[in-house]
């Protein structure tokens, strides 16, 4: 009987525990930023080939960021709400994507997934701020 107690008892996101790991996320963090500079700094030197290297180290790090946002998205950054937040704003900036309506839309997405309404809350979220963004123009063309 305890068995089938324990498994109809409701998980909630609340009782799940969080996997953030500040030591194992800001490592992440300091090596994107690391990295970030490394490639700011190839593209800025005289030689060809080092700029190419720098703008490859430079679109990866960007692709990076967007898994890093995402992930402090979901409080699995730090533990701190506030420090994700910050984090998530710093890892926008590069690629001009507003945390705020990135996490909005995506909690959006998650909240409707499977539902009607997923495609009408994101063609309501495409507007001139998103089209900056290819970050959003790809999300919105894997759901057309």
């Known amino acids: 009987m305890d068995n089938v ?4 008892e409701k998980i909630t996101l609340m009782s799940l525990p969080s996997r953030a790991s500040d030591v194992t996320f800001m ?6 930023l690391a990295v970030i500079l490394l490639g700011v700094l190839l593209t800025l030197n005289e030689a060809v ?3 190419c290297i720098g703008v490859f180290l430079l679109g ?12 402090v ?7 701190n709400r506030r420090g994700n937040e910050i984090i998530g704003i710093i890892l926008g900036l590069p690629m001009l994507v507003s945390y705020a ?7 959006n997405h998650h909240k409707y997934l499977g539902t009607p309404k997923t495609k009408s ?5 495409i507007n001139m701020e998103h089209l900056i963004s290819i970050q959003y123009f790809l999300y919105y063309l894997d759901f057309s």
């Open 27 to 32: 490592l992440k963090f300091s090596i994107y």
């Open 60 to 71: 990866a790090m960007f692709a990076h960021g967007v898994e890093l946002q995402h992930q």
């Open 121 to 125: 809350i994101l063609i309501m979220a």
């Open 49 to 51: 080939w080092t700029k």
């Open 73 to 79: 998205l979901h409080a699995q950054g730090i533990k």
């Open 101 to 107: 309506d990135y996490k909005y839309s995506h909690l």
């Open 5 to 8: 107690e324990s498994i109809n």
